[in-house]
């Protein structure tokens, strides 16, 4: 079973400051694909980025930029040079290759500091 | 522009009532899925769909039914609706492999 696993409920930085979030998986396949949502205080979810388990360069969009570490099971998502926009809740997902459902993480709040 | 479209916004509901969330997407995705969020739990799965006339079950379907009788439309409904249901539901679309995209959420009230 997929299980996806994020433990720090909240971070607070300052602005144009560098912001790294944890995120832990389990599946049982050799195949799959990651993605990193936000969300917005308004509540509307957008796709930022994804890494596919098979592809070892880390994937980058903007400014924001993944640490894949496939033996650890861990897909962090790093954010340069933050702004205040960047404050929103951060999710990590994952879907394995045969299931066509992700699951998510619970989630982490991310507060950006002036 | 991929849109995905959730009715209505906002409910209340009593308890032992049905309750129908409808979701929309204009996508032509085959994926659908219906999701809860509940403050430290994240996004749940509650069901999902491969296509029309296509269900399945996912995390937590307890006391949820889902229809899916088009490519576009996707409901979850809730026969006898009960206060712990009372969440903020979210409906995507994605093709398999790709990124979802996901509707503006129905915040529902069992009281």
């Known amino acids: 079973a997929q299980k996806v696993t994020q433990t720090q409920t909240s971070i607070s930085v300052m602005e144009k400051t560098t912001v790294t979030m944890d995120c832990v998986y389990e599946?049982?396949?050799?195949?799959?694909?990651l993605f990193w949502y936000k969300q917005t205080a308004s509540g509307e979810i957008v796709f930022l980025i994804r890494q596919d388990s098979y592809k070892k360069e880390n994937a980058t969009v903007g400014h924001y930029s993944l640490n894949f570490q496939k033996p650890k099971s861990s897909i962090g998502l790093i954010i340069t040079a933050t702004q205040i926009e960047d404050s929103a809740v951060y999710f990590c997902a994952m879907r394995d290759h045969n299931n066509n459902a992700p699951r998510f993480g619970a989630g982490t709040k991310l507060t950006v500091k002036p | 522009e991929a849109a995905v479209t959730q009715s209505p916004r906002n409910k209340v509901a009593v308890t032992g009532g049905k309750v129908t969330l409808s979701c929309n997407q204009t996508n032509n995705h085959n994926n659908m899925y219906w999701y809860r969020q509940d403050t430290g739990h994240g996004l749940r799965l509650i069901h999902y769909s491969y296509g029309a006339g296509s269900t399945e079950k996912g995390d937590i379907p307890d006391g949820y039914k889902a229809s899916r009788p088009s490519q576009e439309n996707f409901s979850l409904i809730l026969e006898l609706a009960t206060p712990s249901q009372t969440s903020v539901y979210f409906c995507?679309?994605?093709?398999?492999?790709?990124?979802?995209?996901f509707g503006p959420g129905t915040r529902l009230t069992v009281l």
């Open positions: 995507a679309s994605g093709d398999a492999g790709d990124e979802q995209y």
């Open positions: 599946t049982q396949d050799s195949s799959y694909f």
